[in-house]
């Protein structure tokens, strides 16, 4: 039987991180916009990781790893039917100090990103809501950004997934007490195809899972 886990097995070193946060929350445009803003700092000692090398896993202690970043979000009452919101994040990450030791081999991966830490992240919402009748028509547009994403810590192309948008929709009617509500929706509407997840395999292949495909529907809710 193989050996799925080495000779020495997945036995790793404890891991620590020290955490810098500094942030402001502000309220402006006499209180129709919230803005808020945070800049982080992560330092990590003996980071642990666990990849799949060929039919075996292997852990390993990354010495020195660092993320800096900032993110922001914000909400604005754009008029008293539009609500917008959204938000942005920055990211670089680092592994300062990395060598990795394969049943013998050192891999120096000292200077990578590390895995699922992509550098770019956004988000926007515009939600509108009208009175109609006895209740309120409903309106909601969402777009969101994912940098291209390493899932390895050598940082190859088979387990790194390429930048995507994606587009969301929601439209429908709901009554004034919320007692119930009707909507059309749709996910994914432009039927991008991206991983969620990417990995080695054990034969020199990779395997992943992909995002949900374009999909839609309609919901109705009674409250009772």
Sequence with gaps: MADLVGLDGLVLDPETVTNYEMGIKSTLVDGRLRLNAALFSMDYEDLQTIDLNGVQFVGANAAEATLRGVEVDFQFAATQSLMLSGGVGYT????????????????????????????????????YRRPVGDGEIVLVGEWSYKDETFYGVDNSDPVTAPSYSLYNLRAGYSSADERWSVFLWGKNLGDKEYFSFLRDGPFSEWTGLYGEPRTYGVDFTLNF
């Design 92 to 127: 670089d990450s680092e592994y300062d100090k990395f060598l990795q030791n394969v049943n013998g081999t050192i891999n120096d991966h000292s200077g990578n990103s590390l895995r699922n830490a992509p550098e770019l992240t956004a988000n926007l919402v515009a939600e």
